[in-house]
């Protein structure tokens, strides 16, 4: 079976109805892929449909364009929530067409021109005879005595599903746009745990551990909350919404913008999924709530570390998007080519960096300084940890005893007073957004009570 486009210039949508509760091995599914690029299109043949749910479970085939090409997935759709896709870690590129089958050996595959093969369950030879996709969400191949080969369960994406079960080492990824860094949701034998990675660097920055210090299984989202179990399937903890809803959960789901978990539930008078709960309620306590370089303030607004150098003397406290100019650690390798400046009432929401204990302020920020790969250092109760980033940092209240330390360029101050003027440049900045907030409040508040005055002062008719 081909399906054909038809194709505008504009972004588009395409759609194609074709629901079947199951397929069978020999099972072909052609969609064209447009010839020009033509941003945000979709092209989308749903060929699966599970409806013993409210909204119904829908498998599609899907061509979308993405950085200049086209990619080829299979995709499950919970409504219009994407609860999984072939394509999250690696996506499949094509051109002309875009092809599913059912081998008749049982493999399940995504084609290109020239059946080229771009993504596969790998179960030729097992005896599977047929695709079904269950009221669950799971997408199955099963063979004649339905025992299950392979299952979209085992392949976690960024949601899980209620009625989902995940072992210890599995996780949840979710990959920001515009981000060379991406979250993780990780089951850990001690806890469950939210990192932030980029590369080789890898930060926690929210952890649930059961009491007692019993350890982890696997975990199941329920109807009720997010259940974890013993190797002996006993449940050992739960996670549930703060508020009791009437509606069961249906999905958790880790945030590509955010990095925020969140159990999602549907509302049959609204028609849509809203979230009962999430494991951070803070914007500064996300990781990514600023850009580098940036201080998330109390007042959860986004404020740049800046250095007072002869260009920018006489600039302005900035609250600009782009805080990392005249300030990245790239090259500060090398004795005498950087120093550590310290920022008052200050810290980081990323937890897991190297630890060395014992330490005092001075020989914490010496550490960073001899570490190529350091560019920022929090000493905590003389605890010193290393951070390869300048990310998730946040204002706290002063006295929390926290000394947070950046390593910029040699010299970014000059005149030989670097470090004192640094860290008040740095003070005024954090405060800039805040003191506006409050001049405002305050000066709001006077003219009140000027005004309160005048018209108790005037004759009645004319408090206008």
Known sequence: MLLYYLFISLPLLVTYGHSKPE????????LAVPVEYSMGFIGRAFLMENNLTIPSF??????????????????VFLGSVKVWNSGHYSKFYTSNICVLE????GDLRLKGPKDRVGWRTGTSGQGVERFQLLRTGNLVLVDGLDRIKWQSFNFPTDVMLCGQRLSVASRLTSFPSN?????????????????????????????????????????ELGSKGLELFSD??????????????????????????????RLYFYSPSLEKFDASFQVLNTTCDLPLACNPYGICTLSSACSCIQLLTKENESSTPSTSSNCIEGISSDGFCGRGKA????????????????????????ECGKLCLEDCNCASALLSSEECFLYGMVIGVKQVEKGSGLSYMVKVPKGSSHGGHGRSNVK??????????????????????GYYLIRKRRRHSLPNGHNN
């Open 179 to 219: 981000s060379s860094s991406y979250y993780s949701m990780e089951i850990e034998h001690s806890r469950i745990a939210l990192y932030l990675k980029s590369g080789k660097k890898n930060y926690s920055y929210w952890e649930f551990k059961p009491s007692k210090n019993r350890n982890i299984a696997f975990i």
């Open 23 to 30: 397929i069978h091995i020999g099972y072909n599914l052609t």
């Open 339 to 362: 120093e550590m400046l310290e920022l008052e009432s200050v810290s980081s929401v990323l937890r897991g960096a190297p630890k060395m204990v014992n330490v005092s302020k001075e």
């Open 424 to 445: 008040k440049w740095v003070l005024i900045l954090v405060g800039v957004v805040d003191g506006v907030i409050i001049l405002v409040l305050f000066g709001g508040l």
């Open 58 to 75: 829908k498998a599609a085939l899907s061509v979308e364009a993405f950085n200049g090409k086209y990619s080829c997935s299979f995709e």
């Open 102 to 105: 059912l081998t008749n050996d």
């Open 232 to 261: 002996k399937g006993k449940k050992i903890a739960q996670i549930n919404p703060s508020e009791e809803t009437i509606q069961p959960l249906r999905f958790m789901a880790l945030g590509n913008q955010t990095g925020n978990l």
